[in-house]
C-alpha cells in the first residue's frame, strides 16, 4: 500500500517548504469550476488520500476527516496558506505546488466538505426517520440493518444535498448494475424476483428483497428476465421535503462521524 519511497518524498517537501514564508495569495479562490474540482482531485490522490482517505474521511487517532468540520481552519484562504506551510510539530507537511494547483486542491477539499455543511434538516428526526421508513432493512448502519442496498456513509461523504435527495426521490434514475434483478415466475405462477446470486444452465439461485433465498429449476420456469430498475423504492411523495432534509442532514452527520 504505502511504499517507503512515497515517505521520504513527503518528508523531503515538507523540509523545503517548512522554511518558506507563507506565499501571497488572493482572498478568493477562482479556481472553483468542476474542471478545477477535478483536477484538484488528481492532485489530492497521490498527495493527501495516503494520510487522509480518497474520501477524506481520515483515520481515527491519525488524521481528522475532511470531510466533517476543520478545526485548523475556516476560510478557503486558511486552506490555502495551511498547504503550504504544513502543521509543524505534526505529521501533515507542506507542499510546493503552483498558486493553480493550490486552489483547486482548496476547491477538492470543499467539495467534501461544503456538500455536507449545506444539509440544514434536523439529524435527530432523520434518524428516526431513517428507521420508521425502512431505510435500515437496505441500508446498514454498524452492526444493524439490511445488506440489499448500500452502506450510505460512503456516498454521503462525497455526495451533495441535491445528489443524494435525487437517489431518494428517483432511485431508477441512474441504476448500478450490480443492482439488476432477476424475476421468474414459477410453473405455479409463484413470481420470485430479487438479486442473481449463483446461476448455471439449469438453476438459480436467488435473494429476494425480503432476504429469502430461493433455488429455482429453470427448466421448469414459466418465465424469466433481468430486470433493471432499481431496488429501491421511490420515496417520491412519501417523505416531505422537511422530512427529505432531516433524512439528508442524518446522513451527513454518519459520514461526518470518524469511525
Ligand atoms: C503524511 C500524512 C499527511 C499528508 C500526506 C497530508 N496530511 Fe493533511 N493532515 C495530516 C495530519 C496528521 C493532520 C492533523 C494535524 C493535527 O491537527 O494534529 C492533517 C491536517 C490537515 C488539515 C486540517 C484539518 C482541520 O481539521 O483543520 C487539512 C485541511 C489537511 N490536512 C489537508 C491535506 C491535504 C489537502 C493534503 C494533500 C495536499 C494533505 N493534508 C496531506 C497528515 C497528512
Ligand atoms: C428495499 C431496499 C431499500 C430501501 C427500503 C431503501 N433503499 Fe436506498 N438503495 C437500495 C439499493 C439496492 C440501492 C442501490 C441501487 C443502485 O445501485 O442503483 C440504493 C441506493 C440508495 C442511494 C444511492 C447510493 C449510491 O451510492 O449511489 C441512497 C442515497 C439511498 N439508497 C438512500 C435511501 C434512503 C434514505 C432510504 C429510506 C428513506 C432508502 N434508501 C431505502 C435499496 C433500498
Not at 207 to 235: E, H, N
Request: aromatic share 6%.
Amino acid at each position: 500500500m504505502y511504499s517507503g519511497k512515497h515517505w521520504i518524498l513527503l518528508a523531503g517537501l515538507a523540509i523545503a517548504v517548512g522554511v518558506l514564508p507563507a506565499q501571497e495569495r488572493s482572498e478568493m479562490n477562482s479556481f472553483t469550476s468542476p474542471a478545477d474540482v477535478a483536477a484538484g482531485g488528481r492532485l489530492y490522490r497521490p498527495l493527501c488520500s495516503n494520510c487522509h482517505g480518497q474520501q477524506g474521511q481520515g483515520w481515527p487517532g491519525f488524521t481528522p476527516n475532511l470531510a466533517g468540520k476543520l478545526h485548523h481552519v475556516s476560510t478557503d484562504g486558511d486552506i490555502y496558506d495551511l498547504l503550504h506551510t504544513g502543521i509543524p510539530g505534526t505529521d501533515m507537511p507542506g507542499f510546493n505546488l503552483s498558486e493553480r494547483e493550490t486552489w483547486q486542491v482548496v476547491a477538492f477539499v470543499r467539495a467534501f466538505a461544503n456538500d455536507l455543511g449545506q444539509a440544514t434538516g434536523d439529524a435527530d428526526a432523520g434518524a428516526e426517520l431513517y428507521r420508521d421508513r425502512g431505510c435500515i432493512n437496505c441500508h446498514r448502519v454498524g452492526d444493524e440493518g439490511g445488506r440489499l442496498g448500500p452502506d450510505l456513509r460512503a456516498t454521503a461523504a462525497v455526495s451533495s444535498p441535491d445528489a443524494l435527495r435525487q437517489a431518494i426521490t428517483d432511485p431508477n434514475r441512474s441504476v448500478h448494475p450490480r443492482s439488476f434483478r432477476a424475476r421468474a415466475v414459477t410453473e405455479q405462477g409463484q413470481v420470485v424476483e430479487g438479486v442473481r446470486l449463483n446461476e448455471d444452465s439449469f438453476s438459480l439461485q436467488v435473494l429476494t428483497t425480503d432476504g429469502q433465498l430461493v433455488s429455482l429449476d429453470k427448466t421448469k420456469l414459466r418465465s424469466f428476465a433481468v430486470v433493471s430498475d432499481s431496488p429501491m423504492p421511490s420515496y417520491q411523495g412519501r417523505l416531505s421535503d422537511k422530512e427529505l432534509d432531516d433524512v439528508i442532514a442524518y446522513l451527513a452527520r454518519l459520514a461526518a462521524r470518524e469511525q
